[in-house]
């Protein structure tokens, strides 16, 4: 392991955060729930540590190097995605636009939930922007 890689049960259970902070938000409507993921996410960006992957860390039964390793360049940038959504959610439930909070809330849960089944949608848009990036440049 090294510092541009993370261990994959650990992205697993960032995925599984987010999304069931989302499931209990909108099924209780307690919104701000919303919020526990969009501040870890939000302290991993700026700080490069996440809270809730430093806690789920301390469960890994193996060596972290043990694990299948994932880029953690593509967590950033998934990272952005969702935190973006959920202040967006957030604004839109909290400014009486509950339309955009919905919206903004499910695609990030929806997001979440097909990770968990193994396609990361924030991988694919990353991916589609470098080839555009490369082929603009060649």
Avoid: H
């Avoid at 090294?2 to 994959?8: A, D, E, G, V, Y």
């Amino acid at each position: 392991m090294n510092n541009n890689t993370l261990p994959k049960p650990l992205v697993t259970f960032n995925q599984w955060f987010i999304l069931i902070s989302i499931i209990l938000s909108l099924a209780t409507g307690l919104y701000f729930l919303m919020a526990l993921p969009l501040f870890t996410g939000l302290m991993g960006l700026l700080l490069k540590r996440n809270p809730a992957i430093s806690i789920a860390r301390k469960f890994l039964s193996k060596p972290a190097g043990s694990y299948p390793q994932e880029d953690f360049a593509q967590l950033q940038f998934n990272q952005t995605i969702a935190v973006a959504c959920l202040a967006l959610s957030l604004i839109g439930f909290y400014s009486g636009y509950a339309i955009i909070g919905y919206v903004f809330a499910i695609m990030v849960g929806v997001a979440s939930a097909v990770a968990l089944m193994g396609f990361c949608v924030g991988c694919f848009i990353r991916f589609q922007w470098q080839q555009y990036r490369y082929r603009r440049t060649n």
